[in-house]
């Protein structure tokens, strides 16, 4: 099921829309940086992403009900399309509008809010049950590897190309990934359920927690969600360019270093758990809280190493079991939602995932700076080890 023309045209399209995504960031912190000369401006880009994204999430629910899953894909990209066509445009004419950029940006991220979870729902319509941790593994894959090549990729484009041209080459991709997204099958996994009664927009918002709060096994599901999104804080490139300065004594280089070790961990685990899909689908609840143990000690080790080429194994190490740690909650989440409410299980999810996430990002800074960058990793540590409890309740479930 995996080789079908419908999983080519998902996996190829969300690609291109991934690659476009990273290159859209990489241009706008330059564009910010070109009109602004100010770190600052360049640090709110993403919390106007996150805040968009959460808000988008917390409405998704609406939207789902009115549109299929491939509707949603589709119109994302264009309408992405569309503005870093006019966003092109603007920095052509050199109109250095910064709130113009942001409010872009802020679009932009809105519409990236129900586009994954539409993605994530969309996935058990086209594949069969019994292949879905091969298809959570491939596309996990997939996205890493874009994702680390478009970072590389992005800074080199833009010193070489300008910002105007990587977001014409940006739009282009965004192109790409909206045909691909058209040609999708109208799966029936993907129309949205009708009512028996028309509910209120209150209602609509809150079907997808009510289904979280009526399932044990979810709400399990939700809180190591919570817990790990609090904990990987420490991951983000503000904490770590403190780590490698302070902790390790490196240079700048050490951080790239760092992020490139965390990435082959990730794309690892993405290519094992496709490679042996079957046999981890039969045991997703007995690994999950394995992968969690192990990314809390590759944490723990992490964060108290002084040694440069330990902190590479102990970042492919937390790499590896994040990225199967990411695949297993996300089949377990397939396999207890019916297709027709799996988007909006996902947008709640989403929205869990981006505020805790945000909200700590902005803290995380503030605690390293008070208590040092050792006690971060320790609290992010003891963090991912209580997620464990959660995760061994899913057994029972």
């Given at each position: 099921?995996?080789?079908?023309?419908?999983?080519?045209?998902?996996?190829?399209?969300?690609?291109?829309?991934?690659?476009?995504?990273?290159?859209?960031?990489?241009?706008?912190?330059?564009?910010?940086?070109n009109i602004t000369e100010s770190a600052l401006m360049m640090s709110i880009i993403p919390v106007v992403i996150t805040f968009s994204r959460f808000i988008s999430s917390v409405i998704a629910p609406l939207i789902l009900d009115?549109?299929?899953?491939?509707?949603?894909?589709?119109?994302?990209?264009?309408?992405?399309?569309?503005?870093?066509?006019?966003?092109?445009?603007?920095?052509?004419?050199?109109?250095?509008?910064?709130?113009?950029?942001?409010?872009?940006?802020?679009?932009?991220?809105?519409?990236?809010?129900?586009?994954?979870?539409?993605?994530?729902?969309?996935?058990?319509?086209?594949?069969?049950?019994?292949?879905?941790?091969?298809?959570?593994?491939?596309?996990?894959?997939?996205?890493?590897?874009?994702?680390?090549?478009?970072?590389?990729?992005?800074?080199?484009?833009?010193?070489?190309?300008?910002?105007?041209?990587?977001?014409?080459?940006?739009?282009?991709?965004?192109?790409?990934?909206?045909?691909?997204?058209?040609?999708?099958?109208?799966?029936?996994?993907?129309?949205?359920?009708?009512?028996?009664?028309?509910?209120?927009?209150?209602?609509?918002?809150?079907?997808?927690?009510?289904?979280?709060?009526?399932?044990?096994?979810?709400?399990?599901?939700?809180?190591?969600?919570?817990?790990?999104?609090?904990?990987?804080?420490?991951?983000?490139?503000?904490?770590?360019?403190?780590?490698?300065?302070?902790?390790?004594?490196?240079?700048?280089?050490?951080?790239?270093?760092?992020?490139?070790?965390?990435?082959?961990?990730?794309?690892?685990?993405?290519?094992?758990?496709?490679?042996?899909?079957?046999?981890?689908s039969g045991n997703v609840y007995r690994w999950l809280p394995a992968a969690l143990l192990f990314t809390s000690m590759a944490t723990l080790f992490f964060g108290l190493t002084s040694i440069a080429l330990l902190s590479l194994?102990?970042?492919?190490?937390?790499?590896?079991?994040?990225?199967?740690?990411?695949?297993?909650?996300?089949?377990?989440?397939?396999?207890?939602?019916?297709?027709?409410?799996?988007?909006?299980?996902?947008?709640?999810?989403?929205?869990?995932t981006t505020l805790i996430f945000g909200l700590f990002s902005l803290g995380a800074g503030f605690f390293t700076e008070k208590f040092g960058i050792e006690l971060v990793f320790i609290v992010s540590a003891i963090l991912l080890?209580?997620?464990?409890?959660?995760?061994?309740?899913?057994?029972?479930?």
């Open positions: 099921m995996m080789k079908t023309r419908a999983f080519r045209y998902l996996w190829v399209g969300q690609a291109l829309a991934n690659g476009g995504d990273v290159l859209f960031i990489v241009a706008v912190i330059a564009a910010v940086f009115r549109f299929h899953l491939k509707n949603l894909l589709f119109y994302s990209q264009c309408f992405k399309t569309a503005l870093l066509v006019v966003l092109s445009l603007l920095l052509f004419l050199n109109t250095e509008n910064l709130l113009a950029v942001f409010l872009l940006v802020c679009c932009v991220a809105f519409l990236d809010g129900w586009a994954l979870p539409a993605r994530n729902a969309f996935v058990p319509s086209i594949v069969r049950r019994e292949d879905l941790m091969g298809a959570n593994g491939f596309l996990s894959t997939v996205d890493q590897a874009v994702q680390f090549s478009a970072w590389a990729f992005g800074g080199m484009l833009v010193a070489f190309a300008g910002v105007e041209w990587t977001l014409v080459l940006t739009s282009f991709l965004f192109l790409a990934s909206s045909l691909m997204m058209y040609s999708l099958p109208m799966n029936s996994g993907g129309i949205p359920m009708k009512q028996e009664k028309e509910l209120s927009f209150a209602a609509k918002m809150a079907e997808g927690w009510g289904d979280i709060w009526r399932s044990s096994r979810l709400t399990n599901i939700f809180f190591i969600y919570a817990i790990e999104s609090a904990a990987t804080v420490v991951w983000i490139a503000a904490i770590l360019y403190i780590y490698v300065d302070q902790q390790l004594g490196r240079g700048e280089e050490w951080w790239g270093f760092i992020n490139g070790a965390f990435f082959i961990g990730l794309i690892a685990a993405g290519v094992l758990l496709l490679k042996t899909h079957r046999f981890f194994v102990f970042s492919v190490v937390f790499g590896f079991f994040d990225g199967m740690k990411v695949i297993l909650l996300q089949t377990a989440v397939q396999h207890s939602v019916s297709p027709e409410r799996l988007g909006k299980v996902f947008a709640a999810q989403g929205a869990v080890l209580l997620a464990v409890i959660p995760a061994v309740r899913l057994k029972g479930n």
